[in-house]
């Protein structure tokens, strides 16, 4: 409970509305986890008896297709919830994988189940959760699988853009090739591109500076700006 209180994305994760006497209900114990950058939370079909939030990091949750190509179907960051599913299934929809070294907390299904029953706060909250996942995968979908590989490219940095001081920390080129529907050496032309002119500012080798009003225009999204 104290751990929770004192969480730093608390204000953005599952629990961030429960109440002292809520978090009393608490009869198994919620897990710290860290997993290494390119390590597998889960696989698709494996045993869901868990739900985590992310503290801190990238994990990519992606949906093989039947020939063997791979669909990301979103990227969920610190604050958000992965593996919902498990509340109403058995198993795990998809892969998750850490783009990131990252940080977890691993809730019980049990857990979610007995607050769900006797905390109003904690069923919004769920309700909350699942809308918030279909938007995002369907705004994924639509941002990250349309217009040209340069709009996809700077809608990806947008989407990964820390708002706190406009950085961001890329993906391999691979990866942002898979996410994106476009080859890896596109990308890499097109990161190339951007550090060129300036849209991307190296800090480190996958960090960067970005400026956020060129990104958008490139993205076609500098309306929204307005």
């Given amino acids: 409970m104290l751990r929770c209180r004192r969480c730093g994305v608390r204000q953005l994760a599952l629990f961030n509305d429960l109440t002292d006497d809520d978090f009393k209900l608490v009869h198994l114990p919620i897990e710290d986890m860290a997993i290494a950058k390119r390590a597998i939370l889960y696989n698709a079909g494996d045993n869901a008896n868990a739900l985590f939030t992310l503290r801190s990091g990238l994990i990519k949750l992606t949906h093989y297709l039947a020939d063997g190509s791979q669909r990301v179907v979103r990227l969920v960051r610190p604050g958000g919830t992965i593996g919902l599913e498990a509340l109403v299934s058995d198993s795990f929809a998809h892969h998750a ?15 979610v189940e007995k607050l769900d029953r006797e905390s109003p706060h904690l069923h919004k909250q769920l309700l909350t959760r699942w809308h918030q996942a279909v938007m995002e995968s369907d705004n994924w979908l639509t941002q990250m699988s349309t ?11 947008l989407y990964l853009c820390d708002d706190a001081d406009d950085s961001c920390v890329l993906p391999g080129r691979e990866d942002i090739g898979a996410m994106l529907g476009i080859t890896t050496e596109t990308a890499s032309r097109i990161i190339a591109e951007f550090r060129r002119n300036g849209h991307l500012n190296p800090r480190c080798r996958s960090e ?6 060129a990104l958008q ?9 307005a």
Wanted: aromatic share 2%; charged share 30%; proline share 2%.
């Fill in 97 to 111: 994988e850490a783009l990131q070294d990252s940080t977890l907390c691993r809730i019980p299904v049990a857990v």
């Fill in 147 to 157: 217009g040209s590989a340069r709009e996809r490219v700077a809608r990806l940095c």
């Fill in 208 to 213: 960067f500076d970005l400026d956020v009003k």
């Fill in 217 to 225: 225009v490139v993205a076609g999204l500098d309306h929204e700006a």
